[in-house]
Structure formats: structure tokens, C-alpha cells
């Protein structure tokens, strides 16, 4: 679809390619409406794989929270469990809907799994889990997980720690602050009608933006709509980061197609570009970075009509108790990271 927007010249393409996503969301949406998703949501490609082609990803932020303190909390024992079985556990109980979520709903699973019951006896009566579990790992799979990272030592120097946990990191360094509110979906009429498919966060020009995942630069370059931007392609290829309207004449900290880059790493600036066939134009009333993650189930999805971009508020919400914080060396106009991050294996991912 990106590829697609930079292609699409006249307005009469313009009404053809719009007229097309109509016709696929309405077919989309009357599946929906009739089917549960783990029967409507599978597709088959031309090596005869199944594969995911449509994830409403609408966990809450709570549920993120909670599932994620019980992962962490329960690491190293034999009662261990993923947030991930956790969520997909979750969702297949409540049909996907996390609106009424409270947090008793997750205690009386870990209590079941605290007196000894497997989740595989949990899990086993749930016909949806298989579905939500591999849609969640394609939507969360590199958040959390074994790294180290630099901390200060105390003596004026740094020290590594082993941790595990939340490794991925907000896109708004520490420091610096934003607003923002729930407008995935949300009406844009530049070049054409079309729903906002990311999230917006409001701040000031120049504010470093971090990259939330490790990953490698897929794309970089200007583009008419979302101006200086970035895309960050996951190791495991599954998710997609779109980072746009970087900042005017300095949007990048040396960005490059096939640069990898390490969670919580700077990336580039936050400015105001885009909406406009000439580069480097400031054409957006207010400074912001606009991010969006796509999900790619099969690599026929990357750039399609039936793109999967998901609503990435509460993943947001999440994300803004992990800031990178970054400093700026006297007499340089870039930002680093202050504290090192290393993942593990990730020689093997970048290979």
C-alpha cells in the first residue's frame, strides 16, 4: 500500500484506488460480522501455507500491564507463564473484546495455573486460543524477552546487568514529553479519504525519537504523505514500524536501507513534514510523530490492498513506562542512547 500511495499520481487513480479498499473492507467486514475470527482469518498462499490475514487487536491496556507482571513475576520458576498464553487465554474467553476486562478476569486463570492445572488443560477447551496466540506473538513477539543493559555502577561508570523483561522501549525518549489520544481509524483527506492506520503523538521539533523494536531499516526516504520517514522491519519479520514526519533538514541520526538498529536506539527527530510532493516541506499543522505497526503474517501482505495495521494505543500506553534515555554530546547535534542495550542472538536475526 505504501508503495502504492507513492505511485498513485492523478485523481482518478486516486478514486479507482479507493474504490477497491472500500470493496475489500466492506467484504472484510461482512466476514467479521458473520464468522468468529479464528474461521474467517487464515488464508493459504502459493506454497500452500496457512497464514494469518486479519488481526482487530483491541487488548487494553490493563490486561497488558497485568499479563506482563505475571510473566515477569513467575520468570525462573516452574510456574513461568508467557503473556502471551496469558492474552490469547484471555481473548478466547471473551471473544476478542477487552472493553469489560478486569483484573479478576486474569487471577482466575493464574490461580488455576498457582494450584498446579496445566495451561495446556486450560487452553485445551479454548477453540479460538490457537488463533489469538499466534496473532498476539505476531503483534507482541519481540517485547519481552532475556537482554542486558548498561547501568550506572555508582563509581562514575557503567556496569552490564542481565535482566528479563520488557525490552522494548517507547519511541519518545525519556525526557521529553507528549500527548496523545486513541485516533487509529480516525478521518484523512490529504491526496484522498482514507483512515489514519497509526498513532499520533503530539511534541516538540526535535524531540529524539527512539526505535521500539529491534530490527533492520527497510525503507527511508521522503514520501509524500507521511514526509521524512522511516520503516524498521523486526528480526522475525512479522512487524513492520512506520516512523513519518521527521523533522525538516534533520529528520535522521544516520539512517540507512539495511542499518540495523537496537531497541531504545535513536533513530531520528520529530518534526512536522509531509503532505506534499516536494521534499523537506513542513505541510502538518502540528508537530508530532506519527508510528504504525503492520503485521506481516506472509511476505504477500507487505505491500497489498489487505495490509494489517493494528491499533497500537495501549501498546503505546504500555511502552511509556520503558524511555530510553538519550544525551547529546557537547558540540554535536545528534542524540545517543545513554544506556547500551544487547539482545541475545541477535547476530543470528541479522544474518
Known amino acids: 500500500m505504501r508503495i502504492l500511495f507513492e505511485k498513485l499520481k492523478s485523481a482518478k487513480h486516486f478514486y479507482i484506488f479507493c474504490s477497491l479498499v472500500t470493496a475489500v473492507s466492506l467484504l472484510t467486514a461482512g466476514f467479521v460480522m458473520a464468522n468468529p475470527p479464528?474461521?474467517?482469518?487464515?488464508?493459504?498462499?502459493?506454497?500452500?501455507?496457512?497464514?494469518?490475514?486479519?488481526v482487530d487487536f483491541?487488548?487494553?491496556?490493563?490486561?497488558?500491564?497485568?499479563?506482563?507482571?505475571?510473566?515477569?513475576?513467575?520468570?525462573?520458576?516452574?510456574?513461568?507463564?508467557?503473556?502471551l498464553d496469558l492474552l490469547a487465554c484471555l481473548a478466547s474467553k471473551n471473544g476478542g473484546t477487552f472493553s469489560g476486562y478486569k483484573s479478576s478476569d486474569l487471577k482466575k486463570i493464574t490461580d488455576e495455573l498457582e494450584k498446579g492445572t496445566l495451561l495446556t488443560d486450560i487452553t485445551g477447551k479454548l477453540k479460538a486460543f490457537p488463533y489469538y496466540r499466534e496473532a498476539y506473538e505476531g503483534v507482541l513477539g519481540g517485547f519481552v524477552g532475556e537482554f542486558e543493559i548498561e547501568k550506572d555502577d555508582g563509581n562514575g561508570g557503567k556496569t552490564v546487568e542481565k535482566k528479563y523483561g520488557l525490552k522494548a522501549f517507547s519511541p519518545i525518549a525519556k525526557g521529553y514529553?507528549?500527548?496523545?489520544?486513541?485516533?487509529?481509524?480516525?478521518?484523512?483527506?490529504?491526496?484522498?479519504?482514507?483512515?489514519?492506520?497509526?498513532?499520533?503523538?503530539?511534541?516538540?521539533?526535535?524531540?529524539?525519537?527512539?526505535?521500539v523494536e529491534s530490527g533492520y531499516v527497510e525503507c527511508v526516504g521522503w514520501n509524500q504523505y507521511g514526509g521524512w520517514r522511516i520503516g524498521i522491519r523486526s528480526f522475525d519479520k512479522k512487524r513492520y514500524y512506520y516512523y513519518a514526519h521527521l523533522r525538516k533538514d534533520h529528520?535522521?541520526?544516520?539512517?540507512?536501507?539495511?542499518?540495523?538498529?537496537?531497541?531504545?536506539?535513536?533513530?531520528?527527530?520529530?518534526?512536522?513534514?509531509?503532505?506534499?510532493?516536494?521534499?523537506?516541506v513542513?505541510?502538518?499543522?502540528?508537530?508530532?510523530?506519527?508510528?504504525?505497526?503492520?503485521?506481516?503474517?506472509?511476505?504477500?501482505?507487505k505491500d497489498a490492498l489487505a495490509e494489517i495495521w493494528i491499533d497500537i494505543y495501549a501498546i503505546t500506553k504500555l511502552l511509556d513506562q520503558n524511555k530510553s534515555a538519550v544525551y547529546r554530546p557537547e558540540g554535536e547535534k545528534e542524540f545517543y542512547r545513554k544506556y547500551q542495550m544487547y539482545e541475545p542472538n541477535i547476530e543470528v536475526f541479522a544474518d
Not at 539495511?258 to 531520528?268: F, N
Not at 505541510?283 to 506472509?298: C, E, K, S, V, Y
Open 38 to 54: 479464528e474461521t474467517i482469518a487464515v488464508e493459504r498462499n502459493q506454497e500452500g501455507k496457512d497464514f494469518i490475514k486479519w
Open 58 to 83: 483491541n487488548v487494553c491496556y490493563t490486561a497488558l500491564s497485568d499479563c506482563l507482571k505475571y510473566d515477569v513475576g513467575t520468570y525462573g520458576t516452574e510456574k513461568h507463564t508467557s503473556w
Open 177 to 211: 514529553s507528549y500527548s496523545d489520544f486513541d485516533d487509529f481509524g480516525s478521518s484523512r483527506s490529504y491526496g484522498f479519504k482514507r483512515k489514519h492506520l497509526g498513532h499520533d503523538m503530539m511534541g516538540s521539533v526535535g524531540t529524539p525519537i527512539c526505535a
Open 251 to 280: 529528520p535522521y541520526n544516520d539512517m540507512y536501507e539495511g542499518k540495523i538498529v537496537t531497541a531504545g536506539e535513536v533513530i531520528g527527530y520529530l518534526g512536522m513534514t509531509g503532505y506534499s510532493t516536494k521534499e523537506n
Open 282 to 301: 513542513n505541510n502538518i499543522n502540528t508537530p508530532h510523530l506519527h508510528w504504525g505497526m503492520q503485521l506481516i503474517f506472509d511476505e504477500s501482505q
